[in-house]
């Protein structure tokens, strides 16, 4: 038995979510009111959706624990509070997402794996840092899993997100700062409703590495055991994901990806418009992303939830630390 909020998931997926997530159609709507009852203790956050189907995705984000699915609906609202400028026109034809669509940030592959979860892809190298800024491509991801997540079986089988960084030189990555990782971070692991099933790091090179371990105290536990960093090695990719899916950039079977096919699905008529866009118009510069990423302005209520999520357990690094590019030149 299942209930019209269940419509859309096949038997098997509906045995999955019952049997991974804990989701029972009897108390469904129950699970919902209990949720929806909560967000009187966040008045300050604007919750600017409280439907069912809407709840519902939170709950299976967090395994139907009530508690840890409202945490997580209001930091989605919170996220979108703090940083207004990133979801001022957040469509696919504002010009910086759309930039970075066409590049293939993300990138979203036709198969899905072998446990029903969506393959988003991002070619690092492929990064025009005169034309988009990292910003831009944090956004086109964010709104691409908003158009995916609106499919019930996703919700329930997850997402997988290979990176593939060949070619991604050392000034691209100079670029970075410890402020933007973090923004991404935030989106992505403490305020979106989606699962990840696994992160997979392809040809990285040692300052990636570096990277890492700068973000790595800002991840999760259950993020971290989901990071596979597989070098050169594709044989241990392939373990993980079937070369049969897989297109020839990750030795896989299938010809090399078309970086604009998820662009297309998105745009549709609006893909082949041309419009002007350099970063430099964009209204949230770098400087004021670093200012409000200090770890002053991160100081949040002290209410029923404490949303400070990304609290690194040693002391707070200074405001300038924070701006700092992660691998200077010099």
Partial sequence: KMTHLQAGLSPETLEKAKV???????????DIQEVRDMIIT??????????????????????????????????????????????????????????????????VLSNLDRYGRKIMVLFAANWDQSRYTFVDI????????????????????????????????????????????????????????????????????WYIHALYTVIRPFLKDKTRK????????????????????????????????????WARTLLDHEYDEETEYSPESYSLSVKDLEKDLSPKAMKRS??????GVLKRPDKEKSEEDNMQPLLSLD
């Avoid at 991974?20 to 129950?30: F, S």
């Avoid at 709104?143 to 070619?167: C, H, K, R, T, Y």
């Avoid at 002290?302 to 949303?307: A, G, I, K, R, Y």
């Fill in 20 to 30: 991974e997530l804990k989701e029972n159609p009897d108390t469904l709507h129950q």
């Fill in 42 to 107: 966040r008045p300050d956050i604007g919750f600017l959706r409280t439907d069912d189907g809407f709840i519902l995705r939170f709950l299976r984000a967090r395994k139907f624990n009530h508690f840890e699915a409202f945490r997580l609906l209001a930091q989605y609202f919170e996220y979108r509070q703090q940083n207004l400028d990133m979801f001022k026109n957040f469509k696919a034809t504002d010009p910086g997402i759309k930039q970075a669509l066409k590049d293939g940030f993300p990138g």
């Fill in 138 to 205: 944090l956004r086109a991801i964010l709104l691409s899993l908003e158009a995916m997540i609106e499919d019930p079986e996703l919700q329930v089988n997850g997402f997988v997100l290979i990176i593939d960084w060949s070619n991604f030189t050392f000034k691209q990555a100079s670029k970075l700062t410890p402020s933007m990782l973090r923004l991404a971070i935030e989106g992505l692991q403490d305020s979106f409703p989606a699962r990840f099933g696994g992160i997979h790091f392809v040809n990285q090179p």
């Fill in 226 to 261: 989901r990071i596979f960093m597989h070098g050169n090695n594709l044989n241990s990719l392939h373990q993980l994901i079937h070369p049969e899916i897989l297109p020839s950039e990750f030795g896989g079977m299938l010809p090399p990806y078309d970086m604009g096919t």
């Fill in 302 to 307: 002290q209410s029923v939830v404490e949303p």
